[in-house]
């Protein structure tokens, strides 16, 4: 008989939010725990990636709570943008509609789990309550000259006339349209994240976050410290600055490389179109512009370029060099100029060749002397510095600091820190998504919208997907308003914001979602931030999750709060895969989650999910494996339900047994408790966790006549069974519930507090060694606890069968590992 899990989970669930009992209060008397998952797409489905995924943010919860903190766990939606704009078109619908509607759908499917959520604090990022606070912070970002407009590349399609996002391309062609976009230089708000670039490399207020999460933001940053060198364009009084890391092979320099989107080229451009060559040079430059920058800047790419007819003068030589505009030179990187020095960087000796420029030996190979000639590749090692003037004979490392310093003397260069960090731009050609809080005015220029005024609304006439423009553009009630500085005529900026914004600081509206004065209040703040535990996946390193680092030190410099960091702790959960690939609908391999709940019960399903694998590693789906949780917590109810008699007359009695009593079921009771807690608290390892509960329940069930008992024996027994609850409460919650009364208790059961476990129950008297030779098993031996190692060890070569495997071989080593197995090594 299968329990019955549809009328527990059904009673439980209504229980919770009958108690409120998820619902969070600041509370400076008490610890909190704040514990968040990355909030999901309103697309109107979970699939079992989101029920893994909150089901290792529940357990998180429970236990806390159990453990007597106050623990917060929000929920939400990430409404804006893109994905929410395809279905609403896609479907016919209005994007507002859509969004409320999947809405709804995804609240029923995390009622159905049971998660224990504080829908009091719930928000959706496409609903004006939150909007608002964006559109006011953009405000405060501004004010602080975080914000700037200025000119970038874009993917422009021209049949449908508007700026494409990098996830709208497909194979180079636009997705609605199916025409080839190009790159277009358009102006765009930026927020300057490039400000806070030296502090988002410094993780030591986090507690603990993965390193490869560290490295891949750091590499992101990309800090360089090199030399600014300042090259002069002859007759004219303009300066091309070139940043390197390698100052010290400034004399090797032969050529300038800049690429076709730098404002020199950009200027040549205009005026040179008499100029010979300038069709061959205009044709270069936009089909580099239009080539994808990965392929521009890989490796393997070839090197090309066409001289621009133009030169300047190398600042320590006084050399007159061609500038060559070239494809692998990217403007965002750097200063968006190299020097390029051929016999001593690769990318720059392979054009060289291929366009037969000069190279010049600078630095000399000590071990072997260098000659340009015979040269097969760049030598990019340290050496000795020749054809370098005075510098001659230093070390090129030294070498680095004197002619930085000796350019500083000539106003000719200067030590520099770059970053590979660009400026966010923010402005997105989009309908879904928050408006910005600007006014374009003709007599007053660009001017902030009032606070008064906020928020700026999305207009809901509009024609979503019906025209190839910004629906926003053609909104003219909208688009025509007042300046509110003059009162003149004046238009409303269109673009809206990224949808980047809006969860870049969700996390600190959750705890005052209510809030109509100011996003949340900073009392509250200090006491609920940082995040004790934040959860989602890794492919968020390097955009959410420093963009949410950026948006919380500025909140903290405006004064709305005073931590750091938002997140202490970080888990990048693994991915849930079946087939051998990630679930997706693409890919036709998704697991509804609704129908498995339907036949196994949520409770089977968060089980699994926490079982099958560590939390920061995938999870392969297979139908086995649900249908083995299944079996186990079937097992757990016909335990407690054929005993429960037994448990509820003798589990009060099991501190008043003599020790002796049942050692190894009361070792195993005990043992499992402090194995528990280990596993959640110190290593988030669920699934071992689990794994200590099946094999207790092994123990306790292993017991086939628990009527048959002594008295105090029933004690010991109904000790091990009335314990489970209260350990599986974290990974079955709605079972954990049912066990719990059933045992006859009539609080909840985070209310019996997390389970003590007694140290001299889990003291063995013998212990059980696994013998192993060549990593196979070949005997076993039990010795008392206090047994010393070298007797451990030779009772292991004298046990029975093992003679047979080691006679006539060379017994190297035997290794001890302590309280679990002896390795013979032959």
Same mark, same amino acid.
């Given at each position: 008989?299968?329990?019955?899990?549809?009328?527990?989970?059904?009673?439980?669930?209504?229980?919770?939010?009958?108690?409120?009992?998820?619902?969070?209060?600041?509370?400076?008397?008490?610890?909190?725990?704040?514990?968040? #998952?990355?909030?999901?797409?309103?697309?109107?489905?979970?699939?079992?990636?989101?029920?893994?995924?909150?089901?290792?943010?529940?357990?998180?919860?429970?236990?806390?709570?159990?453990?007597?903190?106050?623990?917060?766990?929000?929920?939400? /939606?990430?409404?804006?943008?893109?994905? @929410?704009?395809?279905?609403?078109?896609?479907?016919?619908?209005?994007?507002?509609?859509?969004?409320?509607?999947?809405?709804?759908?995804?609240?029923?499917?995390?009622?159905?789990?049971?998660?224990?959520?504080?829908?009091?604090?719930?928000?959706?990022? #496409?609903?004006?309550?939150?909007?608002?606070?964006?559109?006011?912070?953009?405000?405060?970002?501004?004010?602080?000259?975080?914000?700037?407009?200025?000119?970038?590349?874009?993917?422009?399609?021209?049949?449908?006339?508007?700026?494409? @996002?990098?996830?709208?391309?497909?194979?180079?062609?636009?997705?609605?349209?199916?025409?080839?976009?190009?790159?277009?230089?358009?102006?765009?708000?930026?927020?300057?994240?490039?400000?806070?670039?030296?502090?988002?490399?410094?993780?030591?207020?986090?507690?603990?976050?993965?390193?490869?999460?560290?490295?891949?933001?750091?590499?992101?940053?990309?800090?360089?410290?090199?030399?600014?060198?300042?090259?002069? *364009?002859?007759?004219?009084?303009?300066?091309?600055?070139?940043?390197?890391?390698?100052?010290?092979?400034?004399?090797?320099?032969?050529?300038?490389?800049?690429?076709?989107?730098?404002?020199?080229?950009?200027?040549?451009?205009?005026?040179?179109?008499?100029?010979?060559?300038?069709?061959?040079?205009?044709?270069?430059?936009?089909?580099?512009?239009?080539?994808?920058?990965?392929?521009?800047?890989?490796? &393997?790419?070839?090197?090309?370029?066409?001289?621009?007819?133009?030169?300047?003068?190398?600042?320590?030589?006084?050399?007159?060099?061609?500038?060559?505009?070239?494809?692998?030179?990217?403007?965002?990187?750097?200063?968006?100029?190299?020097?390029?020095?051929?016999?001593?960087?690769?990318?720059?000796?392979?054009?060289?060749?291929?366009? &037969?420029?000069?190279?010049?030996?600078?630095?000399?190979?000590?071990?072997?002397?260098?000659?340009?000639?015979?040269?097969?590749?760049?030598? *990019?090692?340290?050496?000795?510095?020749?054809?370098?003037?005075?510098?001659?004979?230093?070390? #090129?490392?030294?070498?680095?600091?004197?002619?930085?310093?000796?350019?500083?003397?000539?106003?000719?260069?200067?030590?520099?820190?770059?970053?590979?960090?660009?400026?966010?731009?923010?402005?997105?050609?989009?309908?879904?998504?928050?408006?910005?809080?600007?006014?374009?005015?003709?007599?007053?220029?660009?001017?902030?919208?009032?606070?008064?005024?906020?928020?700026?609304?999305?207009?809901?006439?509009?024609?979503?997907?019906?025209?190839? +423009?910004?629906?926003?553009?053609?909104?003219?009630?909208?688009?025509?308003?007042?300046?509110?500085?003059?009162?003149?005529?004046?238009?409303?900026?269109? &673009?809206?914001?990224?949808?980047?914004?809006?969860?870049?600081?969700?996390?600190?509206?959750?705890?005052?979602?209510?809030?109509?004065?100011?996003?949340?209040?900073?009392?509250?703040?200090? /006491?609920?931030?940082?995040?004790?535990?934040?959860?989602?996946?890794?492919?968020?390193?390097?955009?959410?999750?420093?963009?949410?680092?950026?948006?919380?030190?500025?909140?903290?410099?405006?004064?709305?709060?005073?931590?750091?960091?938002?997140?202490?702790?970080?888990?990048?959960?693994?991915?849930?895969?079946?087939?051998?690939?990630?679930?997706?609908?693409?890919?036709?391999?998704? %697991?509804?989650?609704?129908?498995?709940?339907?036949?196994?019960?949520?409770?089977?399903?968060?089980?699994?999910?926490?079982?099958?694998?560590?939390?920061?590693?995938?999870?392969?789906?297979?139908?086995?494996?649900?249908?083995?949780?299944?079996?186990?917590?079937?097992?757990?109810?016909?335990?407690?339900?054929?005993?429960?008699?037994?448990?509820?007359?003798?589990?009060?009695?099991?501190?008043?047994?003599? &020790?002796?009593?049942?050692?190894?079921?009361?070792?195993?009771?005990?043992?499992?408790?402090?194995?528990?807690?280990?596993?959640?608290?110190?290593?988030? +390892?669920?699934?071992?966790?689990?794994?200590?509960?099946?094999?207790?329940?092994?123990? %306790?069930?292993?017991?086939?006549?628990?009527?048959?008992?002594?008295?105090?024996?029933?004690?010991?027994?109904?000790?091990?069974?009335? *314990?489970?609850?209260?350990?599986?409460?974290?990974?079955?919650?709605?079972?954990?519930?049912?066990?719990?009364?059933?045992?006859?208790?009539?609080?909840?059961?985070?209310? @019996?507090?997390?389970?003590?476990?007694?140290?001299?129950?889990?003291?063995?008297?013998?212990?059980?060694?696994?013998?192993?030779?060549?990593?196979?098993?070949?005997?076993?031996?039990?010795?008392?606890?206090?047994?010393?190692?070298?007797?451990?060890?030779?009772?292991?070569?004298?046990?029975?069968?093992?003679?047979?495997?080691?006679?006539?071989?060379?017994?190297?080593?035997?290794?001890?590992?302590?309280?679990?197995?002896?390795?013979?090594?032959?």
């Amino acid at each position: 008989m299968e329990y019955p899990f549809e009328k527990i989970e059904r009673k439980w669930q209504t229980k919770w939010s009958e108690e409120k009992l998820f619902q969070a209060k600041t509370d400076k008397d008490k610890k909190k725990y704040y514990v968040l #998952s990355m909030f999901p797409y309103s697309s109107g489905a979970l699939h079992m990636g989101h029920v893994s995924n909150y089901s290792i943010a529940d357990a998180l919860t429970r236990y806390y709570l159990m453990k007597g903190f106050n623990v917060f766990q929000p929920m939400g /939606y990430d409404s804006f943008g893109l994905p @929410a704009e395809n279905f609403a078109i896609v479907n016919n619908t209005h994007p507002q509609t859509a969004t409320e509607d999947n809405i709804k759908i995804m609240r029923g499917q995390f009622d159905r789990v049971g998660f224990g959520f504080d829908w009091s604090k719930e928000l959706s990022t #496409s609903r004006p309550d939150y909007y608002r606070w964006n559109q006011w912070l953009f405000k405060r970002f501004y004010d602080k000259g975080l914000v700037v407009r200025k000119k970038a590349y874009l993917n422009w399609c021209e049949e449908c006339q508007t700026v494409l @996002a990098n996830e709208q391309v497909e194979d180079g062609s636009c997705w609605r349209c199916d025409k080839q976009v190009v790159q277009k230089e358009m102006e765009q708000w930026f927020l300057k994240i490039t400000d806070y670039a030296e502090e988002l490399l410094d993780f030591s207020k986090v507690i603990d976050w993965p390193e490869r999460v560290k490295t891949m933001q750091t590499n992101w940053i990309g800090k360089s410290v090199g030399t600014k060198i300042h090259f002069p *364009v002859p007759d004219t009084d303009q300066v091309i600055k070139v940043f390197t890391t390698r100052p010290d092979t400034i004399f090797g320099c032969t050529y300038m490389a800049l690429p076709p989107e730098h404002p020199l080229v950009v200027k040549w451009l205009e005026k040179d179109k008499d100029k010979p060559g300038y069709f061959n040079i205009k044709e270069f430059c936009e089909k580099t512009i239009n080539t994808d920058r990965i392929e521009r800047t890989s490796e &393997d790419s070839p090197k090309e370029g066409v001289f621009s007819g133009h030169y300047c003068i190398n600042p320590v030589n006084k050399e007159k060099i061609p500038i060559w505009i070239t494809n692998y030179v990217l403007m965002d990187y750097g200063t968006g100029a190299v020097m390029a020095v051929p016999a001593h960087d690769h990318r720059d000796f392979a054009f060289a060749r291929k366009y &037969d420029l000069p190279m010049r030996i600078v630095i000399q190979n000590i071990e072997k002397d260098l000659d340009i000639r015979t040269m097969q590749e760049a030598y *990019v090692d340290e050496g000795i510095l020749v054809n370098s003037k005075q510098f001659d004979g230093m070390n #090129s490392e030294a070498s680095k600091k004197a002619i930085t310093d000796r350019m500083e003397q000539e106003k000719t260069g200067e030590a520099a820190v770059t970053y590979k960090l660009r400026d966010w731009g923010v402005s997105r050609q989009r309908y879904w998504g928050t408006p910005i809080p600007i006014i374009k005015c003709d007599k007053c220029g660009t001017v902030l919208v009032p606070d008064e005024d906020l928020p700026v609304e999305l207009p809901f006439e509009v024609e979503v997907g019906k025209t190839r +423009q910004n629906p926003l553009t053609l909104a003219k009630e909208w688009l025509n308003v007042q300046c509110p500085s003059c009162g003149g005529d004046a238009k409303r900026e269109t &673009d809206t914001m990224d949808t980047f914004v809006d969860s870049s600081w969700y996390y600190a509206r959750f705890i005052d979602t209510h809030n109509r004065e100011e996003p949340f209040s900073k009392q509250k703040a200090d /006491y609920w931030l940082p995040v004790d535990q934040y959860i989602g996946g890794i492919e968020h390193a390097c955009m959410h999750l420093m963009y949410a680092r950026f948006f919380h030190k500025v909140l903290r410099d405006i004064g709305l709060l005073s931590s750091d960091e938002p997140f202490a702790r970080l888990l990048t959960q693994g991915m849930v895969i079946k087939d051998g690939a990630k679930m997706s609908k693409s890919k036709g391999n998704v %697991v509804e989650p609704l129908y498995m709940i339907d036949r196994f019960g949520a409770d089977t399903c968060r089980v699994f999910m926490l079982f099958a694998s560590p939390p920061d590693k995938d999870v392969d789906w297979n139908d086995e494996g649900i249908m083995g949780a299944f079996r186990f917590l079937n097992r757990l109810w016909r335990l407690v339900d054929s005993n429960a008699d037994i448990i509820k007359q003798y589990a009060p009695k099991a501190s008043e047994v003599p &020790d002796n009593t049942l050692k190894d079921l009361r070792y195993s009771t005990h043992f499992t408790i402090k194995k528990v807690k280990e596993d959640i608290e110190e290593r988030m +390892q669920f699934n071992t966790a689990i794994a200590a509960i099946m094999e207790h329940l092994n123990n %306790v069930t292993a017991l086939k006549e628990p009527a048959s008992l002594s008295e105090n024996e029933k004690a010991v027994f109904s000790e091990a069974c009335v *314990v489970i609850p209260r350990i599986l409460y974290f990974f079955a919650p709605h079972l954990a519930e049912e066990l719990w009364e059933m045992c006859g208790n009539e609080s909840m059961v985070h209310e @019996a507090g997390f389970p003590e476990y007694c140290e001299k129950h889990i003291q063995k008297d013998t212990i059980n060694y696994v013998i192993q030779i060549k990593g196979k098993v070949r005997g076993r031996i039990t010795v008392p606890a206090d047994t010393p190692d070298e007797e451990i060890k030779k009772q292991a070569l004298e046990a029975e069968n093992v003679g047979r495997y080691i006679e006539g071989k060379n017994v190297k080593k035997v290794v001890l590992v302590k309280g679990k197995l002896v390795s013979i090594v032959i």
